[in-house]
C-alpha cells in the first residue's frame, strides 16, 4: 500500500502562491490516482483536486483556475499549485491516493491518507 507524506504548507498573504508536495512511498504509485482534500476546524473535509494515472485532472469549483495538481511518476509525487490563494482557502490540505477504477472526488473512494499540511493565507 502506498503511504503518502505532505510538505510545502505554511504562510502566505493572499494573492500569493504556495506549492504543495506529496511524496508517496511503500506502493507503486503509478498505480494510484491521487487526490487533495482541505479540511478546517470544526467542519468536513472537502475535495480539492484529483488527477489520475494518465495525468486527466479535476478541480472542485472553488479552486478551479487557481490551482493545479500535477503528478511526476518517477519521483512518486504529486503536486498542488496554488495560486491567488486567499483568506478561506485557510486549511489543513491532505494528499490521499484512490484505486483508479474508484469515484474521483469522493471522500470515501481514497484509501490511503497523509497527515497533513497547515497552509493559511492572511488577508
Known amino acids: 500500500q502506498v503511504q503518502p507524506v505532505e510538505s510545502g504548507g505554511g504562510l502566505v498573504q493572499a494573492g500569493g502562491s504556495l506549492r504543495l508536495s506529496c511524496a508517496a512511498s511503500g506502493g507503486t504509485f503509478s498505480r494510484y490516482a491521487m487526490g487533495w482534500f482541505r479540511q478546517t476546524p470544526g467542519k468536513e473535509r472537502v475535495f480539492v483536486a484529483d488527477i489520475n494515472r494518465s495525468g486527466t485532472t479535476y478541480y472542485a469549483d472553488a479552486v478551479k483556475g487557481r490551482f493545479t495538481i500535477s503528478r511526476d511518476n518517477a519521483k512518486n509525487t504529486v503536486y498542488l499549485q496554488m495560486n491567488s490563494l486567499k483568506p478561506e482557502d485557510t486549511a489543513v490540505y491532505y494528499c490521499?491516493?484512490?484505486?483508479?477504477?474508484?469515484?474521483?472526488?469522493?471522500?470515501?473512494?481514497?484509501?490511503?491518507w497523509g497527515q497533513g499540511t497547515q497552509v493559511t493565507v492572511s488577508s
Open positions: 490521499a491516493a484512490r484505486n483508479p477504477l474508484s469515484t474521483r472526488g469522493s471522500r470515501a473512494s481514497y484509501n490511503y
